[in-house]
């Protein structure tokens, strides 16, 4: 089996397994307090409904009511700043769900509007993460000279640590910003800037939500989703080249056994095909022919005269004996022959004859 079919399947393996281990962490984690949260609302609103007399129906409509005024809590979620972060969130592929179009027309041209903007995104992200590697490399090489380094050389091995370390940083640092604007824990905003740079976009957390933004942490959250978004390409960018790269090497590599096996494989007539492409016919295994022919490393048919000379008796090889080169013209052209020539070819069928 090829290697790449090898490694298909391993993927595919690989990737479902992957899928079985996560929902069983998942379900051993949240399993028990998704019971237990359910437990204490219910409680809740049991408590709620009893001293405050509702019935199940308006209570129900109270609920319905608070989830779909959640999105309305900001004052400007639809003003041209709110607009322009969510139109971030949807060429972005993030979708965070915290605030949708509600009108016919506004629904209509939220589709035309993301099958534009989501290619549109997605070429300009991997285009910009492609020129940062590129400069990575550049200024990679030139700082190995500058220490001396023996191999100056950039590998995508190097491209990758280095890509790495930038998402970190990255993530590390709106991790602090966002924590000190919207007042999250570090490790909700660490989770946040995870969640919105690997376009997972749960929606749990959402900047840029309160009441009222400073310009400045405005132009700061939209600088982080599309600084994060183009790192992290780059990197994605790495890891496809690289299994792409190792695709290619094996195709390479299939290409050149099949012409090795090709080039010493045996014919069905029994002529067998020589290591530089020359062809040696089975003619030789015939009795007969075995005194007078014989086959030299370049595979030409060699005869030997009794003056002890070689001519190449294979028209279509292009190992041409001195003898044979001073005599023929091998340009097709209707020179005659020789006389020593004709002297060769009466020597030649005087000797078949014999046999």
Same mark, same amino acid.
């Given at each position: 089996?090829?290697?790449?079919?090898?490694?298909?399947?391993?993927?595919?393996?690989?990737?479902?397994?992957?899928?079985?281990?996560?929902?069983?962490?998942?379900?051993?984690?949240?399993?028990?307090?998704?019971?237990?949260?359910?437990?204490?609302?219910?409680?809740?609103?049991?408590?709620?409904?009893?001293?405050?007399?509702?019935?199940?129906?308006?209570?129900?409509?109270?609920?319905?009511?608070?989830?779909?005024?959640?999105?309305?809590?900001?004052?400007?979620?639809?003003?041209?700043?709110?607009?322009?972060?969510?139109?971030?969130?949807?060429?972005?592929?993030?979708?965070?769900? %915290?605030?949708? !179009?509600?009108?016919?027309?506004?629904? $209509?041209?939220?589709? =035309?509007?993301? +099958?534009?903007? *989501?290619?549109?995104?997605?070429?300009?992200?991997?285009?910009?993460?492609?020129?940062?590697?590129?400069?990575?490399?550049?200024?990679?090489?030139?700082?190995?000279?500058?220490?001396?380094?023996?191999?100056?050389?950039?590998?995508?091995?190097?491209?990758?640590?280095?890509?790495?370390?930038?998402?970190?940083?990255?993530?590390?640092?709106?991790?602090?910003?966002?924590?000190?604007?919207?007042?999250?824990?570090?490790?909700?905003?660490?989770?946040?800037?995870?969640?919105?740079?690997?376009?997972?976009?749960?929606?749990?957390?959402?900047?840029?939500?309160?009441? %009222?933004?400073? !310009?400045?942490?405005?132009?700061?959250? $939209?600088?982080?989703? =599309?600084?994060? +978004?183009?790192? *992290?390409?780059?990197?994605?960018?790495?890891?496809?080249?690289?299994?792409?790269?190792?695709?290619?090497?094996?195709?390479?590599?299939?290409?050149?056994?099949?012409?090795?096996?090709?080039?010493?494989?045996?014919?069905?007539?029994?002529?067998?095909?020589?290591?530089?492409?020359?062809?040696?016919?089975?003619?030789?295994?015939?009795?007969?022919?075995?005194?007078?022919?014989?086959?030299?490393?370049?595979?030409?048919?060699?005869?030997?005269?009794?003056?002890?000379?070689?001519?190449?008796?294979?028209?279509?090889?292009?190992?041409?004996?001195?003898?044979?080169?001073?005599?023929?013209?091998?340009?097709?052209?209707?020179?005659?022959?020789?006389?020593?020539?004709?002297?060769?070819?009466?020597?030649?069928?005087?000797?078949?004859?014999?046999?």
């Amino acid at each position: 089996m090829k290697r790449q079919n090898v490694r298909t399947l391993s993927l595919i393996v690989c990737t479902f397994t992957y899928l079985l281990i996560g929902a069983a962490v998942f379900d051993a984690l949240e399993s028990e307090n998704e019971i237990e949260m359910k437990r204490s609302l219910l409680s809740y609103e049991e408590k709620i409904i009893a001293q405050y007399n509702i019935s199940d129906e308006d209570f129900e409509r109270i609920r319905e009511n608070a989830l779909r005024s959640r999105q309305y809590r900001v004052e400007n979620q639809w003003k041209f700043v709110g607009a322009l972060y969510f139109s971030l969130v949807v060429c972005s592929v993030i979708g965070y769900g %915290h605030s949708t !179009p509600k009108t016919v027309p506004g629904k $209509l041209f939220c589709m =035309i509007y993301a +099958l534009v903007g *989501i290619p549109l995104f997605l070429i300009m992200f991997q285009s910009v993460g492609e020129r940062l590697n590129t400069f990575v490399t550049f200024l990679l090489k030139h700082i190995k000279k500058c220490f001396r380094w023996k191999n100056t050389e950039v590998s995508q091995t190097d491209l990758i640590v280095i890509t790495l370390i930038l998402s970190t940083i990255i993530l590390t640092t709106g991790a602090l910003l966002f924590s000190k604007f919207e007042g999250w824990k570090l490790l909700d905003a660490l989770y946040y800037c995870f969640i919105t740079l690997t376009t997972i976009g749960f929606g749990d957390f959402v900047a840029m939500q309160r009441d %009222h933004n400073n !310009p400045e942490y405005i132009v700061l959250s $939209l600088l982080f989703i =599309i600084i994060g +978004l183009t790192v *992290i390409s780059a990197a994605m960018n790495l890891l496809v080249l690289r299994f792409l790269t190792m695709n290619t090497e094996d195709e390479r590599r299939d290409e050149i056994e099949a012409a090795v096996a090709a080039q010493n494989a045996v014919r069905l007539e029994g002529d067998v095909i020589t290591g530089n492409g020359g062809v040696v016919s089975n003619a030789q295994e015939r009795p007969e022919f075995q005194e007078v022919l014989s086959v030299c490393s370049c595979s030409c048919y060699k005869w030997r005269s009794p003056k002890d000379k070689i001519y190449n008796s294979n028209p279509n090889s292009n190992h041409i004996s001195p003898f044979i080169h001073s005599t023929v013209n091998m340009s097709n052209k209707d020179d005659e022959l020789s006389d020593e020539m004709e002297s060769f070819l009466e020597w030649q069928r005087n000797k078949r004859a014999s046999l």
